[in-house]
C-alpha cells in the first residue's frame, strides 16, 4: 500500500524551531518529487515547498523563504522539513505529498499531488 | 502571483447537480487540478489535468477549463460528497514558482 505518514508535530513557542518527518512506503521514493503542504485551523491548503527527487532541487512559498528547508533521505525512505523562527501563523496541519507529473500537448507540463499523508500539527504558542 | 478564485459555498440538495466553479486569469492555458477534503481527513486528488479522475473515483465527478474559469461538476450529489474542494494549478512564471490553491469551497448537501 502507497502510503505516507507524518510525525515530528508540537507545541513550540515563537521564534522556536521544529523538524518533520515523513515516512514513505509502498513505492520508489527516490523516483518521485515531493511537497510539505499546510492548513491553518478553519483555513484552506497553501503549499509551502517542494524538492526534487535526488534532492538536487528545491522550492519555497515566498512565506517561508530563508526559515524553512525541506530535505529528504533516500536511502531512508524520509522526507523532512527543518522549520525556524517559527510564529503564530505557522500553526497549522502539515501535510506531506507525493507529486505527479504529465505532458498537455496544448499546454507543456503539468504536476499535481496524487498521495497525501494523513498530516501532523504544529502549534506555535507562548 | 497567480489568484485562483473559488466560491466559499455551494449549496445543493440530494440528487442534483453541483457545479464549483475557480476562477484564474487566463486558467484555460493552465491544467488545473481538484482535490476533495472531509472533515478530519487528508485532501484527496479527484481530477488532474482538468478532467482526468483518478481510480476509484465515480464518473458523476467532471471537469472542464476554458478561458478564465475552470468547473468541476458533480452529478447526482449524495450526501458523502459533502466536503472541502479545492483547485490547484502550477505557477512557473512568478519570483517563486510552485503551487497554488484555490481558497475552497465547501460543498453543503441541503
Known amino acids: 500500500e502507497v502510503q505516507l505518514v507524518e510525525s515530528g508535530g508540537a507545541l513550540v513557542q515563537p521564534g522556536g524551531s521544529l523538524r518533520l518527518s515523513c515516512a514513505a512506503s509502498g513505492f520508489t521514493f527516490s523516483n518521485y518529487w515531493m511537497h510539505w503542504v499546510r492548513q491553518a485551523p478553519g483555513m484552506g491548503l497553501v503549499w509551502v515547498a517542494r524538492i526534487q527527487s535526488d534532492g538536487g532541487a528545491t522550492s519555497y512559498a515566498g512565506s517561508v523563504v530563508g526559515r524553512f528547508t525541506i530535505s529528504r533521505d533516500n536511502a531512508k525512505n524520509t522526507l523532512f522539513l527543518e522549520m525556524n523562527s517559527l510564529s503564530a501563523e505557522d500553526t497549522a496541519i502539515y501535510y506531506c505529498a507525493r507529486e505527479s507529473s504529465g505532458w498537455n500537448l496544448r499546454r507543456g507540463y503539468y504536476y499535481y499531488m496524487d498521495v497525501w499523508g494523513k498530516g501532523t500539527t504544529v502549534s506555535v504558542s507562548s | ?110
Open chain 2, 1 to 110: 502571483s497567480y489568484v485562483l478564485t473559488q466560491p466559499p459555498s455551494v449549496s445543493v440538495a440530494p440528487g442534483q447537480t453541483a457545479r464549483i466553479s475557480c476562477g484564474g486569469d487566463n486558467i484555460g492555458s493552465k491544467s488545473v487540478h481538484w482535490y476533495q477534503q472531509k472533515p478530519g481527513q487528508a485532501p484527496l486528488l479527484v481530477f488532474f489535468d482538468d478532467y482526468v479522475r483518478p481510480s476509484g473515483i465515480p464518473e458523476r465527478f467532471s471537469g472542464s477549463n476554458s478561458g478564465n474559469t475552470a468547473t468541476m461538476t458533480i452529478s447526482r450529489v449524495e450526501v458523502g460528497d459533502e466536503a472541502d474542494y479545492y483547485c490547484q494549478v502550477w505557477e512557473s512564471t512568478s519570483d517563486h514558482p510552485g503551487v497554488i490553491f484555490g481558497g475552497g469551497t465547501k460543498l453543503t448537501v441541503l
